[in-house]
């Protein structure tokens, strides 16, 4: 069994091959391609987890759509100075597919 564990935008996601993950928001190249930076490599018994050898090692994905979030309301609220605040928020993510680790 051979997944990595890749950075996706501030966070990291476990991932194999057919994978499908929903991450932050990410450009493809014109191909629809994105390439994902390793963390670590578990190959059967063998884990890689030193700079130098995932230098080598490409993560590719396949970028399937762009969406967004849900949405979140922040409300601020001061009591007796009739401070009020509400504002809203989505934030924009894209859904891609892991199609090979090399």
Same mark, same amino acid.
């Given at each position: ?14 991932? @194999? +091959? ?7 928001? *990410?450009?493809?190249? %014109?191909?629809? !391609? ?27 994905? @396949? +970028? ?7 949405? *979140?309301?922040?409300? %601020?609220?001061? !009591? ?23």
């Amino acid at each position: 069994m051979v997944y990595a564990v890749v950075r996706a935008g501030g966070r990291q996601e476990k991932v @194999e +091959v057919g994978t499908i993950v929903t991450m932050d928001r *990410i450009k493809a190249d %014109k191909d629809g !391609n994105v390439q994902l930076i390793p963390v670590l490599l578990v190959d059967g018994e063998k884990i890689t987890s030193d700079a130098k050898s995932l230098a080598k090692i490409t993560v590719t994905a @396949e +970028v399937l759509n762009d969406l967004r979030g849900p949405k *979140i309301v922040i409300q %601020k609220f001061k !009591n007796k100075t009739g401070y009020k605040k509400r504002q809203g928020h989505r934030q924009e993510l894209t859904r891609v597919k892991i199609t090979g680790i090399k």
